[in-house]
Nanobody
């Protein structure tokens, strides 16, 4: 049974920081591309950041230079360090695990709320 469990969401002030974590089980974590997506009210889910099995990363333009995605294959965890947060970062953040070349191997966490407000 595949489980992706996010943690670390909450309320942050504009300019503040939060760190999200995703703990994976039931998959061979090291071979999956891991990603963070987010969905704000009334908007489509969008990619925030992604890290491949070998550590290559890519980011949405809106978060480049502010967010950092990392993974620890020994601990089956992935993190997203979010700095310089602004109101537009408010959304539910989802952890994703996928094998890009095998469409059936695509899993989602339940999501964690991030709210940026003063």
């Amino acid at each position: 049974q595949v489980q992706l469990v996010e943690s670390g969401g909450g309320l942050a002030q504009p300019g503040g920081s939060l760190k999200l974590s995703c703990a994976a089980s039931g998959i061979i974590f090291s071979i999956y591309t891991m990603g963070w997506y987010r969905q704000a009210p009334g908007k489509q889910r969008e990619l925030v950041a992604r890290i491949t099995s070998i550590g290559n990363t890519n980011y949405a333009d809106s978060v480049k230079g502010r967010f950092t995605i990392t993974r620890d294959n020994a601990k089956n965890t992935m993190s997203l360090q979010m700095n310089s947060l602004n109101a537009e970062d408010t959304a539910v953040y989802y952890c994703n695990a996928e094998i890009v070349t095998m469409p059936g191997y695509n899993y989602w966490g339940q999501g964690t709320q991030v709210t940026v407000s003063s």
